[in-house]
C-alpha cells in the first residue's frame, strides 16, 4: 500500500476502511464457519448413502440371481427390456450464504411396473423395486458429492480472502492510521511550541 498523506481527513477514512475491513473479516468468517458445518454434514450423509446404495445393490442383485434361476435368463431379459428410460429427474438449486447447490426431489415416485405378471414371479418384483431405489440414491449421492464440491471450494475461496483482510489488508490499515496519528500529533507539538515562542516574543516586546 502506497504511502498515504498525514492528514485528518485522511485519518478517518483510513479509519472508516479499517472497520468496514474488520466487518469484513468478521462476516467472511461467519460464512466460512457455516459453510464446513454445511459441508461436514453431508459428508456424513454421503457415507450413510453410499451405505444404502451397497446395501440395495446386494439385495437387488440377488433377487435378480433368483429371478434368473427361476424363470430363465431369457424372461428376465425381456422383462427388463420393457422398463422405459427414466429422464424424469428434476434437479433445481438452493443457496447455502451464496453458494448454489444443486437439490433433486425428496420424495421417491413409486415404481410403475410395466411387466407383464404372468411371466414374472416375486423376485423380478424385488429386483425392479431394489434397482429403482439403488437409481434414486445415486441421485441423491450425486447431488451430496457434488455439493460437498461446490462447499470445498467456496470454503477455500471465503478462507483465502478473510486470510488476507487479516494479514495483509487490517495490518496495513493500522499501520497507516498509526503513522498518520503520530504525524499529526507531533505537528500539533510543534504548533503548540511554535505558539508559545510566538507569546513569549509578543510577552517580551
Do not use: W
Amino acid at each position: 500500500m502506497p504511502p498515504v498523506i498525514p492528514t485528518k481527513g485522511n485519518l478517518m477514512t483510513l479509519k472508516r476502511s479499517l472497520t468496514l475491513s474488520r466487518l469484513g473479516y468478521d462476516l467472511m468468517d461467519r460464512k466460512r464457519n457455516i459453510l464446513i458445518r454445511e459441508m461436514m454434514s453431508l459428508i456424513d450423509a454421503a457415507g450413510e448413502l453410499q451405505s444404502q446404495i451397497d446395501s440395495s445393490y446386494s439385495e437387488a442383485y440377488e433377487a435378480l440371481q433368483k429371478a434368473s434361476i427361476t424363470l430363465g435368463q431369457n424372461i428376465v431379459v425381456h422383462a427388463s427390456q420393457s422398463v422405459p428410460v427414466d429422464d424424469s429427474v428434476n434437479i433445481r438449486f438452493t443457496s447455502v450464504m451464496g453458494v448454489e447447490l444443486p437439490k433433486t426431489p425428496d420424495t421417491v415416485p413409486e415404481p410403475k411396473i410395466t411387466y407383464g405378471f404372468t411371466s414374472t414371479n416375486s423376485y423380478v418384483d424385488d429386483a425392479y423395486i431394489l434397482f429403482n431405489r439403488v437409481k434414486h440414491l445415486t441421485c441423491r449421492l450425486a447431488e451430496v458429492e457434488l455439493s460437498v464440491y461446490r462447499l470445498a471450494y467456496a470454503i477455500r475461496k471465503t478462507q483465502k480472502r478473510a486470510n488476507a483482510l487479516k494479514n495483509i489488508i487490517i495490518p496495513n490499515f493500522v499501520e497507516n492510521i498509526k503513522t498518520i496519528t503520530d504525524a499529526l500529533e507531533e505537528k500539533d507539538r510543534e504548533e503548540f511550541v511554535r505558539l508559545k515562542v510566538i507569546k513569549r516574543f509578543s510577552e517580551s516586546s
